[in-house]
T-cell receptor, first 115, second 110 residues
């Protein structure tokens, strides 16, 4: 398994501003993922972040809105840019670990409210 | 298109009343099916991975089973602390990403 921490755990932001969320894992992992979970909804994948290459974004998500950094094998950041109230969600970091039969483990999430 | 459907959306049980949650899936070459538990305000907690039809896994009061079309999460004699949202997810073929169902909100009354 993997132990994942996220900062901040929650924040309240004004529309038009940006927030950077940090994700730290206790072991080196190749693949990290960023998800969004809107109120009462399930998880939606935003992008996959691999070290040494640009993130791969899912349909409906763009780099200008959700820039991602992956400077090493234990750390990643997700920025939510030019926020609007529709961006109010829980943002979750996830890593794939466990060798050939890998499993995704999740961080505690960042609860974002945009006013 | 790969798809995961969970039922029911919500389930209320009395403490000790056993039941099952369903996860139906359509995927191109199942690589793995995952069950997670999510408490309010927290990230999903990994429970099980199933890889092939006929496989079963157990953990305390939970037992997960898998067929070629669906998975069941059986809860035996549940307790109030089992109350949570249970999420099912699938990973297809050589894909790295997993696709989540909408979840089942389980509530256990004392």
């Amino acid at each position: 398994s993997a132990v994942i921490s996220q900062k901040p755990s929650r924040d309240i932001c004004q529309r038009g501003t940006s927030l950077t969320i940090q994700c730290q894992v206790d072991s080196q992992v190749t693949m990290m993922f960023w998800y969004r979970q809107q109120p009462g909804q399930s998880l939606t994948l935003i992008a996959t972040a691999n070290q040494g290459s640009e993130a791969t974004y899912e349909s409906g998500f763009v780099i200008d809105k959700f820039p991602i950094s992956r400077p090493n094998l234990t750390f990643s950041t997700l920025t939510v840019s030019n926020m609007s109230p529709e961006d109010s969600s829980i943002y979750l970091c996830s890593v794939a670990a466990g060798g050939p039969q890998e499993t995704q483990y999740f961080g505690p999430g960042t609860r974002l409210l945009v006013l | 298109e790969d798809q995961v459907t969970q039922s029911p959306e919500a389930l209320r049980l009395q403490e000790g009343e056993s039941s099952s949650l369903n996860c139906s899936y359509t995927v191109s070459g199942l690589r793995g099916l995952f069950w997670y538990r999510q408490d309010p305000g927290k990230g999903p907690e990994f429970l099980f991975t199933l890889y092939s039809a006929g496989e079963e896994k157990e953990k305390e009061r939970l037992k997960a089973t898998l067929t070629k079309k669906e998975s069941f999460l059986h809860i035996t004699a549940p307790k109030p602390e089992d109350s949570a949202t249970y999420l099912c997810a699938v990973q297809a073929g050589h894909a790295s990403k997993i696709i989540f169902g909408s979840g089942t909100r389980l509530s256990i009354r004392p």
